[in-house]
């Protein structure tokens, strides 16, 4: 993505996060999120353009909706118990909760 350094580069200014613009984790990190998202909305019914500016039809499998709760309340779950005790582990249950459910529609 090209997007990722100048994000980087945001998050590395704000104090609150701890991040420094050389550390490839905090590049990885923000590559992945951009990623993950165009593929989850390609996966909706209503698609995106994942080769924008190209001329193309947004490309749309149609396998989830677009507010899906099933989809979110793992993930939603996984972050609240994370804030409340700092287990990543909620993280990762949450987030295979969420996935799986994905690959279920899929």
């Given at each position: 993505m090209i997007?990722t ?28 999120a ?7 909305d ?28 099933l ?23 949450g ?11 899929f």
């Open positions: 997007g350094p100048f994000f980087a580069w945001i998050f590395s200014k704000i104090k609150f996060f701890k991040v420094q613009f050389k550390d490839p984790q905090i590049h990885i990190l923000i590559f992945l951009l990623i993950t998202h165009m593929i989850l390609a996966m909706t019914i209503y698609g995106t353009q994942l080769f924008w500016p190209l001329p193309t039809h947004p490309i749309g499998i149609g396998s989830i909706f677009i507010i899906d709760l989809y979110t309340i793992p993930l939603l779950v996984g972050v609240i118990w994370f804030l409340s005790n700092r287990s990543i582990k909620a993280i990762h249950i987030l295979t909760l969420s996935s799986f459910y994905l690959l279920w529609c």
